[in-house]
């Protein structure tokens, strides 16, 4: 195809197949510069009809308009890295080339963006598993260390001293394997948080396996999981096994707070907006902790957990999906990252989390999910 086309038509499938946004800007002195083309990967990032639009339709951030208007200036290359905001953040670096003006005077540049959110991430999930892990392992590795002195000293001899010592050290060493396997967890979900899953999951069935894997769970600590669906709600966007992972993270925490006797509420409902997913559910304090930027129309299945345990205190909810964080006088024994893994996995599906909750009334956490298209 391309030995056919001419020198013209070459270059122009060749860029439209490349995976890097491309535009070729101009400008001339004393008017702004403009979008004069885009290849098919800058169309899909900016969502808006490049040709003829003024640069800054499309690059907003002052630092990218400011280099490429100098670089028109004095047609010289030019280089800026930049941040776009949002839900997910993403990290790119432009890269502006001067070409030869145009007949009527006007300058033209090739602007190249290079995506760097997966080297960003890979170096900020490095720093953050070594801060954390450092941080949270120190406890426990000094209780060990402690433990293991005494056994070789004053306990050395002592039989009822040396099992008691091994049991709580056996305790520390599984909250430590605990502990990293959810570090690496969070920190994988981190990586890949930008990119949306594409499968399609059939959330009903997955709440019920879910409720089944944790049988063992529920006859030991004597709680009753109901759930509470009426017409089978659509499928919906998203990886399996982390939607897996955020309804047992919930519905796990669900089990510990609830009193022996107690029941865990699972409700499914199909809602046509956003704003209906966020709706309270029940009378209490309700805050939400991530909403996505899904535009107009778009449908969700909200998942709801309720459980029957003592509530959280209002100045608790913001940040009960920070990581390690735990309410005073609230200990499950859990890592404190179960709620950090349940809202990045959900943001990454660009999906909603929101927590209602008073003390004295139990808490309901309500994760919503975009229907898939298909089902929609």
Same mark, same amino acid.
């Given at each position: 195809? *391309? ?7 070459? #270059?122009?499938?060749?860029?439209? +197949? ?16 403009? *979008?004069?083309? %885009? ?16 640069? %800054? ?10 280099? !490429? ?13 930049? =941040?776009?905001? %949002?839900?997910?953040? $993403?990290?790119?670096?432009?890269? #502006? ?18 995506? =760097? /959110? @997966? ?10 598993? +070594? ?26 001899? @002592?039989?009822?001293?040396?099992? &008691? ?20 967890? +969070? ?12 499968? &399609?999951?059939?959330?009903? $069935? ?30 919906? /966007? ?8 955020? *309804? ?7 089990? &510990? ?37 899904? %535009? ?15 509530? *959280? ?27 950090? !893994?349940? &809202? ?33």
């Amino acid at each position: 195809m *391309i030995a056919r086309a001419g020198a013209g038509d070459a #270059a122009q499938l060749i860029l439209e +197949l490349l995976p890097e946004p491309v535009i070729l800007v101009r400008g001339g002195e004393g008017e702004p510069p403009e *979008i004069a083309y %885009g290849n098919q990967a800058a169309r899909e990032i900016f969502r808006i009809d490049l040709t003829g639009a003024p640069l %800054g339709a499309a690059l907003r951030r002052p630092e990218v308009l400011e280099a !490429i208007e100098q670089a028109l200036a004095t047609a010289e290359a030019a280089e800026v890295a930049f =941040e776009t905001i %949002g839900v997910q953040p $993403r990290f790119w670096r432009a890269f #502006a080339k001067p070409l030869d003006r145009e007949p009527d005077g006007r300058q033209r540049l090739v602007v190249v963006l290079r995506d =760097e /959110t @997966d080297a960003r991430r890979t170096e900020r999930m490095r720093a953050d598993f +070594l801060a954390n892990a450092s941080h949270e392992l120190r406890t426990p590795l000094a209780s060990l260390a402690g433990f293991v002195e005494t056994l070789r000293t004053h306990a050395k001899d @002592d039989a009822q001293a040396r099992d &008691k010592f091994l049991g709580i050290m056996a305790q520390q060493a599984t909250r430590m394997a605990r502990l990293v396997d959810d570090l690496l967890s +969070l920190s994988r979900i981190e990586l890949n948080e930008h990119i949306a899953p594409s499968g &399609k999951v059939d959330i009903a $069935r997955t709440v019920q396996d879910v409720s089944d894997a944790l049988r063992p769970l529920t006859e030991e600590r004597d709680v009753s999981i109901t759930i509470c669906a009426g017409p089978p709600p659509p499928s919906v /966007t998203g990886d399996r096994d982390q939607l897996v992972q955020v *309804i047992q993270n919930l519905v796990d925490n669900a089990i &510990k707070y609830t009193p022996k006797g107690g029941q865990v509420r699972i409700e499914l409902q199909h809602v046509t907006s956003s704003e209906a997913a966020r709706a309270p559910s029940r009378p209490g304090v309700g805050l939400s902790l991530l909403s996505p930027d899904g %535009g107009d129309g778009q449908a969700y299945v909200v998942v709801r957990i309720t459980d029957a345990g003592p509530g *959280i205190a209002r100045q608790h909810l913001p940040r009960l999906s920070e990581r390690f964080y735990r309410v005073e006088g609230q200990r499950s024994g859990g890592t404190g990252l179960g709620l950090a !893994i349940v &809202k990045h996995v959900v943001n990454r599906h660009r999906g909603g989390l929101v927590v209602e909750s008073a003390e004295g009334e139990g808490s309901t956490f309500s994760v919503y999910l975009p229907v898939a298209p298909q089902a929609a």
